[in-house]
């Protein structure tokens, strides 16, 4: 087991252990690829929200907000593309029984030989020291150099047979690169086989009359067929976009790693709807916002990347993912892409009613092209409770697991906190309570001893602790623990509220 596996594994048992998260229907062995939000799980998973549609809805004038049906006219899906295209290529192996997307086969043995070139890389930084080039090392290191065309070599031509849907030879790469079955370690595959990942049910009583209608695997297309009434009623003129948060559900087969990969999730999307020709402009520009908005939560800058699409999807004309480094490595956390007019053109034609746009400026009508940015609520979650989780050392030799989740988004903002619980201090502690829970969510404790209690809120991420002692009764002063630094301050108990708000404010970018 790496590093990371055995890292992943402490996150999310402390995911359980502190009302993070729960794998569903537990009590029946929990259904695969399905999870429940625990109490604090549920508000970390909601400040996220808050802080997506304040920098989307709130803080732009021209963007909209947006709340529509899972459920969708089935031929949504077709127009989308959906029922014809939304496929994974699968293989089995046919020794351990176990079904894989041969893409993911594939970029798992990519990122394989990145972590090599990252290995070498890191080794010459240390052999050079302070002189050391990164970016001429890359150049001119023949190891380095043999190593990123090998990437480029596999990536071609994996993108080029999927795009000539040639099966066979998918399966023929996988053989050459000598891909073993992580189960197994067996090199004994299957053909390669489409699968399509939209879930159906059947909507109507009886069931000869009833109608196939699917789980919609993306929000996006509630938006676009919406966008005239958004754009009417809300009296919108080119730009502007629409954004909505919501459940989608997928059936991926190769369902794993934690939240990463989830059969029911939640997307964050936002449709931005511009004129024909300024597409790739609107591109450039959402691509920098998006990372914007991730860098000010103060996640390191390390940490993220930018992949650029090789095989675009059925809609795009350009597109890029958002890539975090989560424990299992880089992967991809948020997507921007230029949707073109393929989406608005497509439900156009099936529905045969105009879904263009009267340009007021122009005296035109055409039908806008879209740029997308689109972020899983879920992966967003794992990013920030990932990177949040650290295991300390302390000077007095005790340890601590402390979550450093940014303190705007932290489940519990202030914990109060009577030192003993006799003298008068409890009955202080929940007067401070009752004044402070208006203004954040606080949590009230006077069970164990108060090192203990501190353990507890450092576990669940939250930021500020205020402890009442028998100073307290004399003043009306508290002291104020701050949870990275440990650090305590006294200040008077009708300072408490402004001085917190000042502390876990930030205004989404
Ligand atoms: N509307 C465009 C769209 O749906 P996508 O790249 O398929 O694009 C967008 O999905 C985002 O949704 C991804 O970047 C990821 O964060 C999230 N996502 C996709 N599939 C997911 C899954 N099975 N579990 C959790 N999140 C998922």
């Known amino acids: 087991m790496n590093k990371g596996d055995d890292t992943f594994k402490k996150i999310i048992a402390h995911c359980k252990e502190y009302g993070f998260i729960f794998p569903s229907s537990e009590i029946y062995d929990g259904l695969s690829a399905v999870y429940d939000y625990g109490q604090n799980g549920t508000e970390l998973k909601n400040n996220i929200k808050e802080y997506w549609w304040k920098s989307m809805v709130q803080y732009h004038e021209n963007i909209l907000g947006l709340d529509t049906a899972i459920f969708m006219h089935p031929t949504v899906w077709k127009a989308s593309g959906h029922v014809d295209a939304f496929n994974d290529p699968l293989i089995d192996n ?37 002189t050391f080039d990164e970016e001429m090392f890359k150049k001119t290191n023949p190891r380095v150099i043999a190593n990123r065309e090998k990437i480029e070599v596999i990536n071609k ?44 049910t059947r909507m109507g ?15 996006a297309q509630g938006i676009f067929v919406n966008y005239l009434n958004v754009q009417k009623t809300g009296r919108k003129k080119l730009p502007f976009g629409i954004a909505q948060i919501g459940k989608a559900f997928r ?30 402009e609107w591109f450039e520009y959402w691509k920098q916002e998006r990372m914007r908005w991730h860098l000010a939560l103060g996640m390191p800058a390390e940490m993220f990347r930018i992949h650029e699409h090789e095989k675009l999807a059925h809609y795009a004309n350009a597109a890029i993912d958002i890539e975090f480094e989560f424990p299992f490595g880089f992967r991809e956390l948020e997507g921007v ?26 005296n035109e009508s055409y039908i806008p092209y879209v740029v997308e940015t689109s972020i899983g609520l879920d992966r967003m979650f794992l990013a920030i409770v990932s990177n949040a989780y650290r295991e300390e050392k302390l000077e007095d030799g005790s340890e601590r697991v402390v979550m450093n989740i940014p303190p705007a988004l932290a489940p519990v903002k202030v914990a109060v906190l009577p030192l003993m619980k006799k003298d008068g201090l409890p009955e202080k502690g929940r007067e401070i309570f009752d004044a402070l829970k208006y203004d954040f969510l606080c949590q009230y404790e006077d069970k164990d001893a108060i090192g203990r209690r501190y353990r ?49 404010d930030i205004r989404p970018a």
């Open 94 to 130: 046919k020794d351990s029984k176990k079904r894989y997307r041969a893409d993911v086969l594939i970029e798992d043995h990519v990122a394989r030989i990145e972590e090599k070139i990252n290995k070498e890389v890191a080794k010459a930084a240390k052999r050079f020291g302070e």
């Open 337 to 362: 892409h230029s949707r073109t007019d393929f989406d608005l053109a497509a439900h156009q034609k099936f529905s045969g009613k105009k879904l263009q746009y009267f340009d007021p400026e122009t």
């Open 205 to 219: 009583s009886a069931s000869d009359g009833a109608t196939e209608v699917y789980l919609r695997p993306e929000t």
């Open 456 to 504: 507890r809120q450092d576990a669940i991420g939250t930021p500020y602790c205020i402890t009442i002692d028998h100073q307290t009764l004399q003043d009306n002063t508290v002291t104020i623990r701050e949870r990275d630094s440990m650090q305590q301050e006294r200040i008077p108990v009708d300072k408490i509220s402004s001085v917190v708000s000042s502390r876990i």
């Open 157 to 200: 031509r994996f993108v080029a047979s999927l795009e000539a849907e040639q099966l066979d030879d998918i399966r023929a790469l996988i053989e050459e690169l000598e891909i073993a079955c992580p189960v197994s370690g067996s090199k004994n595959w299957t053909d390669v086989r489409q699968f399509n990942l939209m879930f159906s």
């Open 251 to 280: 059936n991926e087969i190769v369902a794993r790693q934690f939240i990463f990969r989830m059969r029911e999730f939640e997307q964050m999307e936002m449709q931005f709807f511009v004129q024909p020709g300024q597409e790739k």
